[in-house]
């Protein structure tokens, strides 16, 4: 996640994976122009490259690349939540006022790993994760940290 734009009145947020997405495409390529070449040179396995390997991909390709994007509007008073696959977009929104702050959601698996994501405190709203999915590293607290200031910072203001 990355912080796209920062101003007083707009705070947008936004995850796009390329590099998944681009790897994800190398291989539905390759998949698909060996079950091309293979059906060229008639032989008929190569109907299977091509339908399962490209498949696969074409699957993975539909399942982990999603552009997701919050943005918080001082001037509109709302928070935006979007979500966008190659099949749509889906978008939540919520008044800015009902946004108490970021918070860090904790994931520890069986092995012992721990890993974090950023959810939206709505209070007695509930929370809403900012992405689908769990990290590791500090990018979840570096982006909670910045929703957070931008909030503070409206919040001083008024």
Sequence with gaps: MK???DTPDLLVVEDTPWLIGAALI???LMFAGAGLLLLAEGQSFGLLFLLVGGGLGFGGFWAFVRREQVILDRSAGEVVQRR??????TEERQPLAALCRAVIETHRSRKGGTSFRVELDFGPNGQSPVVSYFTNGGGPARIAHAINDWLDK???AA
């Design 84 to 89: 966008r696959t190659i099949f749509g977009q």
């Design 154 to 156: 409206g919040r001083g």
């Design 3 to 5: 912080v796209k734009h």
């Design 26 to 28: 190398l291989f539905v």
